[in-house]
């Protein structure tokens, strides 16, 4: 036990690493608050894009919706950082994440907004309509407000599921947690710095499930 | 456009790394047939844990559960090949993989059998118990077949997640279909490779999405 102590516990060795490591934690909120912000309000606009029934654009919006569902975020994270320089367009490590979760979550809002929406009766359109009110005054007044009831539960499990995909940024030197926590392995060569990260993640992500699962109940039964 | 097809659709260099760009999706492939089963499984062995009687260890079973849901997988697998080696532990790199995944895995099923299970009239219980079936029994002829129909959507689902979790084996350089394809750029300074196994991914993976997406509406909309 003292080993496994001396070996994953060692205070010296985390105390060496843990303001790195809490600096970490706060590029992991940044980044998985602007993922989150972007992706949503994407996936959003592109399910209202979609119940106008432009049949083009409709075509391009399911196209761009299922490569995104498909592609291991990872694979996307390495194609925006590695493959666009060789064509001149280099991002950061930052914005080549951001980019790549938020089109990911764009993607899975979308499908999820969009079954939401066609949940909603005809006859609430139908009436809205009827009584003088404009296709976006609807969305607003009638329909969102039903639709989006509907949504928040899967919603909210693929959102938290993204903001894990945040540890992916690591493998192109984005200083979140885990960035920080394998550089601390590495110089120290104590894994002390992983389990710091580990416990990082655990503070920033169990409070997080709780309350989607709360989330989740909440919302069950209501239709 | 010259210099885009150079850059990403180049031939000679696909032709040239096809054999490792192989060599990485049979990899892909072994990983998913020994993680997805061991994964689906391992969450029913879990979901049948959590109708025990015993407090303690229903308790057990939900923190396991939101512990492994909690911690990015990234960050698990790290853990377990850059730190299992410290406590004298060697295991080989699909190993590691493999117990990281299982441990991710089996919590996401876990809980998808467990909605399933309870899912599950409690009437249905009864009737089987009063008929002289033992509980095991119950659970194996009874309820488990009917909670398997309930929950195959969901299953599907996250096993198109679980695949698409395989990328990140490429971190600690399992020699997988993105591992193959990063040595391959890095090699041939050509953006090809990444391209040609973001194409391989979604071939596979797209016709599951599509069946996913008509399955999503329904639940949506029956909700």
Known sequence: ?223 | METLINAFFNIGILRETAPYLWAGFKMTALLTLVVVPLGVVGGLGVALLSQTKAKPLRWLVAAYVDFFRAFPPLVLLMFIAFGLPFTGLDLPAFAAVALAFLLNTSSYYGEIWRAGIESIPRGQFEAARSTGLSGTQTMACVIVPQATRNVIPDLISNTLEVVKLTSIASVVALPELLYAARQAQSVTYNATPIIAAGIIYLVCLWPLVRLLARFEHRQIALH
């Open chain 1, 1 to 223: 036990m003292g080993k496994f102590g001396e070996t994953f516990l060692n205070w010296e060795v985390m105390a060496q690493y843990a303001p790195k490591i809490v600096e970490g934690f706060f590029v992991t909120l940044q980044l998985a608050a602007v993922v989150v912000a972007t992706g949503l309000a994407a996936g959003l606009a592109a399910a209202l894009v979609r119940s106008l029934r432009l049949r083009l654009v409709n075509f391009f919006i399911v196209a761009a919706v299922d490569v995104l569902r498909a592609l291991p975020p990872l694979v996307l994270i390495m194609i925006l950082y590695f493959a666009l320089p060789t064509v001149g367009v280099r991002l950061s490590g930052f914005v080549a994440t951001w980019l790549a979760l938020s089109a990911v979550l764009a993607a899975f809002a979308e499908e999820i907004f969009w079954a939401g929406i066609l949940a909603v009766p005809r006859g609430q359109w139908e009436a809205a309509r009827s009584t003088g009110l404009g296709f976006l005054q609807t969305m607003r007044h009638v329909v969102l407000p039903q639709a989006v009831r509907l949504t928040i539960p899967p919603l909210t499990n693929r959102t938290i599921a993204i903001t894990k995909g945040t540890a992916l940024g690591a493998t192109v030197a984005v200083g979140e947690i885990l960035y920080q926590a394998q550089t601390g392995y590495s110089f120290s060569y104590n894994p002390s710095p992983l389990t710091l990260g580990a416990i990082a993640y655990l503070i920033l992500f169990i409070p997080v499930v709780w309350f989607g699962r709360w989330v989740e109940t909440r919302f069950a039964w209501k239709r």
